[in-house]
């Protein structure tokens, strides 16, 4: 069954590091998107991604972050100067949107910023 | 902004008994999902509700879209400890962003 795979399962940063979480979307799907899931706490929307630009983003997703299609397999998520803060686990998801409008996730980066 | 909550945020029950997450939207959706997160796992989903007062079953599960679309329940019959994991609603206004609820940990007793 495809799935959605996302490198590295865990990244370890200093603060005000750059830092580039990469995910292989499923191979049909047109839509994607980034979530963030600091620990015990709900799952939050950063941004989606349709056609090669950003549909929406939320209020987290300032100008610290930024999103890349770069060859059409892979989807990424650029976080320029983390901060302590940005420590979360990150989440991919694709999906078709078809009316059943399903997302699949990712495994998960667990970022870390020391 | 947008708020997405709810109740209870945990609950322990004993094998075989029913259990039900509530969750209330600030705003009106178009839509909402369900999706269920293991410990240590990722969002799994498990259905999407568009219609008011829709209701859909899968299994020993049962969904419900609330009349005003503000509100909907997830009901799980006789549980297992498979049921075991926390359970998310999100909803959304456009298709494109979903606010996730503050999720319903459940733990099952053998």
């Known amino acids: 069954e495809p799935e959605v795979t996302q490198t590295p399962s865990h990244q370890v940063t200093q603060m005000g590091q750059e830092v580039i979480l990469r995910c292989v979307p499923i191979s049909n799907h047109l839509y994607f998107y980034w979530y963030r899931q600091i620990l015990g706490q709900k799952v939050e929307f950063l941004v989606s991604?349709?056609?090669?630009?950003?549909?929406?983003k939320s209020e987290i997703f300032d100008d610290q972050f930024s999103v890349e299609r770069p060859d059409g397999s892979n989807f990424t998520l650029k976080i320029r100067s983390t901060k302590l803060e940005d420590s979360a686990m990150y989440f991919c998801?694709?999906?078709?949107?078809?009316?059943?409008?399903?997302?699949?996730f990712g495994p998960g980066t667990r970022l870390t910023v020391l | 902004g947008q708020q997405v909550m709810q109740i209870p945020q945990y609950q322990h029950v004993q094998e075989g008994e029913d259990f039900t997450t509530y969750c209330n939207s600030s705003t009106t959706l178009s839509n909402i999902q369900w999706y269920k997160q293991r410990p240590g796992g990722h969002p799994v989903f498990l259905i999407q509700?568009?219609?008011?007062?829709e209701v859909k079953k899968q299994k020993r599960l049962t969904f419900q879209f609330g009349e005003a679309k503000k509100n909907s329940s997830l009901h799980i019959t006789a549980t297992q400890t498979t049921d075991v994991g926390t359970y998310f609603c999100?909803?959304?206004?456009?298709?494109?962003?979903?606010?996730f609820g503050t999720g319903t940990s459940l733990t099952v007793i053998p």
């Open positions: 999100a909803g959304s206004n456009t298709g494109n962003q979903f606010y």
């Open positions: 998801a694709s999906g078709t949107r078809s009316s059943y409008n399903e997302q699949f």
């Open positions: 509700l568009v219609k008011s007062g």
């Open positions: 991604f349709y056609n090669n630009e950003i549909s929406e």
